[in-house]
Every structure is written in C-alpha cells, then in structure tokens.
C-alpha cells in the first residue's frame, strides 16, 4: 500500500499572518456597536488587499516627492513595529487573496450534544465572560469572514472549533482532567472520520483558548499537544506547553461598557 503523503508544516511567516487575522478580527468586533451578536455566519464588509495593508502603514511626515523607495535609504520609523515594511505589506496582501481556512463542521450542528462547545457563542458580549471574550469573538469573526473554504484541498489551515472556555463552565465536563479527556476524544474522533488531521499529523491543524486551564487542554493527546498551532492568550510566552517556533500569541481583549464617572475630578471640591 503506498504511504499518504504528508502536507508541509506551515511556516513561520503564515503563523504570524495567522495571528495578525485573529488580531484584526478581535480588534474590529470589540468596537462593534451592535449590543448582541447573532451566531448565525454571515459575511461582513472587508476591505481590498492593498486597501486593507496600506491601512496598516505607519504614517510619514516626508512629502510624497521626497520619498526614497529605495530600500537601502528608506528612512528608519523609530515607531513603526515592522522590521520591513514593503515585505510585511507584501506578505499581507498575498495572506488576504489566498489564505483558506477548513473549519470542522461542529461549528454548524447545533443538534450536537455539545452544541455550546462548538457553536459560536450566541452573546460575546455578556459581562460574565470577562477577559475570555477574545476566544469566542475569534471564532465569531472567522466564521464571518472571507478566509472560509469548504475545499479541504484548497485549505491552508484547519480549525478545530472546540471552546476551552464553554467547556469550563459546561457541568458535564468541567474539570481541568475531564477537558483534556474530551479534547482528546474528539480529536482521535476526527482524525478517524477525516483523512486530513492524519495527512499532517495535525501540524496544519489550530485551536484557540484563553483560559488558564487551555495549557492543558491538549495534555492528553500527543499529535495535538506536539504539532497543532495553539493560538493562545497567553501573559507570558514562557508558559509550559507553549511551543514558540509552533504556537501564536492572540491580544486578549476585555469589553466593558462605557461608565459615566460619579464624581469626577473637576467636579470635586478642593
């Protein structure tokens, strides 16, 4: 019988553009106005590859006509947090045309017994999910956005839908033990109904999870913990198992409504 071919480990440079969709997306939906957010996916409004990267430029004070393209004597912005700018841009534009992204279809039954592990979270909003709304607005926004593809061939990365944070507060599961157990059922579940997770050994495979407890979500099964891409939010790259050439940090985001202060500073007596 002959051997399965194997995909390719991404490289470094599409994880980090990995990591740059989940932070656009987290940072568009936070500022959403709409108080509740429907689960149903729908596309929203995006912008042209060169529209969205020139967007990301860091502003110059140099008049267009004394500007210098030439890479060797392009002014340093001290400011700026790329180390190249022309590459980034480039880069980006290329990840907006082609990047595709397989998402498990967990992610639409909601007759599942465990719908709300794996369905988007009807609220993100709700106060009671605290600093953990990152991870279900991850989800929310990948759903929406215009990195999905049915065509397993024609994917970069997979999705593995599953909500660390859903099953914490879910009584059936719970615990840090029994989280790890489900994670790793449900992974050998798809790796036996789907050729794709055993064609990379589940290196083009990612999870995402901002709980503390996510660390040890992929405890209890090795080709998840040792080659799939945890995007984390994590306080500190030096946590135990985060594997840094492999995994992504994702910016954590906290929504709270705007307060009308009590007693404001130029309203206090002196």
């Known amino acids: 019988m002959m051997s399965r071919k194997k995909r390719p480990r991404p490289s470094l440079p599409w994880l980090l553009l990995l990591a740059l969709v989940g932070s656009i997306a987290v940072s568009w939906l936070a ?20 529209a969205a990267a020139s967007t990301l430029l860091p502003p110059s004070t140099e008049a267009p006509e004394k500007r ?6 392009k002014p340093a912005r001290i400011a700026a947090p790329y180390h190249d700018w022309d590459l980034f841009a480039s880069d980006f534009d290329n990840m907006l045309q082609n990047l595709k992204i397989f998402v498990y279809p967990d992610a639409l039954n909601s007759s599942s017994p465990f719908a709300n592990v794996f369905l988007p979270h009807p609220d993100p909003l709700h106060p009671k999910l605290g600093n953990y709304f990152s991870e279900h607005m991850f989800k929310i926004s990948l759903l929406r956005s215009r990195f999905l593809t049915s065509d397993p061939v024609k994917t970069s990365f997979f999705f593995l839908p599953f909500s660390i944070n859903a099953l914490r507060n879910d009584p059936r599961v719970r615990s840090e033990v029994s989280i790890a157990d489900f994670i790793a059922q449900y992974t050998t579940r798809i790796s036996r109904e789907y050729e794709f997770w055993n064609a990379s050994e589940g290196s083009n495979h990612f999870y995402v999870c901002c709980h503390s407890v996510g660390r040890d979500a992929a405890l209890k099964h090795a080709e998840l913990r040792n080659n799939a891409i945890q995007v984390a939010c994590s306080s500190s790259y030096f946590q135990r198992l985060y594997t840094a050439h492999k995994d992504v940090g994702l910016p ?15 309203a206090r007596l002196h």
């Open 31 to 50: 500022f959403s106005r709409s108080p509740r957010l429907d689960h149903v996916p729908r596309p929203h409004r995006t912008l042209t590859a060169t």
């Open 68 to 73: 210098n393209t030439t890479t060797a004597s």
């Open 252 to 266: 954590q985001v906290w929504p709270r409504p705007l307060e009308e202060v009590p007693n404001p500073p130029n």
